[in-house]
């Protein structure tokens, strides 16, 4: 059964902390997704990696970075973090063979409150 | 702005009725694909629809895709508890990526 994995289902942090998130998948997929989820406004891609080392902005990415040393692995960073981005923050991985790649696969999520 | 306009936000029905949830773009996309979303869980995908025109049927869930490829519905027959949840529609852009839609929160009641 394929999986992707996030490192915590909730998080506190306070104003200023630097957050990492991790995410884990064990499907082989090239592509991965940081997503943020928040109430009216669906799924927003923060940044997106479709290789080891290699990553894109997505549509909003300030405040975030990314790291992607192994291939299964994507790390989604919060330099400083403000009450701003206090969110459902989703994990997605997707494969780059035909159809196929824009089927993605999400972990649970991780809940992030920033006081 | 979203490029995905899922209608209606909200939706409570009984047990046994049917509903149906609309998915409006002024884009043209290769394809769409339906997720549903339980509390506390990521995304699970439903079905991709590829042709416009095409109708997928999954056991009472029936979807189609519009002929122009710019929109979407959800069908579901003779709903029940366990198809509570948050629906979303994602259109395939360029480079792998997903536009998705607000989501249809839908709550059926026993």
């Known amino acids: 059964d394929v999986k992707v994995t996030q490192s915590s289902r909730y998080l506190v942090k306070r104003t200023g902390e630097k957050v990492f998130l991790e995410c884990v998948q064990d499907?082989?997929?090239?592509?991965m997704f940081w997503y943020r989820q928040d109430p009216g406004l669906g799924l927003r891609l923060i940044y997106f990696?479709?290789?080891?080392?290699?990553?894109e902005k997505g549509d909003i990415p300030e405040g975030y970075s990314v790291s992607r040393e192994k291939k299964e692995r994507f790390s989604l960073i919060l330099e400083s973090a403000s009450t701003n981005q206090t969110s459902m923050y989703l994990c997605?991985?997707?494969?780059?063979?035909?159809?196929?790649?824009?089927?993605?696969?999400f972990g649970p999520g991780t809940r992030l409150t920033v006081t | 702005t979203q490029l995905l306009e899922q209608s209606p936000q909200f939706l409570s029905i009984q047990e046994g009725e049917n509903l149906t949830v609309y998915c409006n773009s002024s884009?043209?996309?290769?394809?769409l694909q339906w997720y549903r979303q339980e509390p506390g869980e990521g995304p699970v995908l439903l079905v991709t629809?590829?042709?416009?025109?095409e109708v997928k049927k999954l056991k009472r869930l029936t979807f189609q895709f519009g002929d122009a490829r710019k929109d979407s519905s959800l069908h579901i027959t003779a709903a029940q508890p366990g198809d509570t949840g948050l629906y979303l529609c994602?259109?395939?852009?360029?480079?792998?990526?997903?536009?998705f839609g607000a989501g249809t929160t839908v709550t059926v009641r026993a």
């Open positions: 997605a991985s997707s494969s780059q063979t035909g159809l196929d790649s824009y089927e993605q696969y």
């Open positions: 499907m082989d997929h090239e592509n």
């Open positions: 990696s479709y290789d080891v080392k290699m990553k």
């Open positions: 884009s043209v996309f290769s394809s």
């Open positions: 629809v590829v042709t416009g025109g």
């Open positions: 994602a259109g395939a852009r360029s480079d792998y990526k997903l536009s």
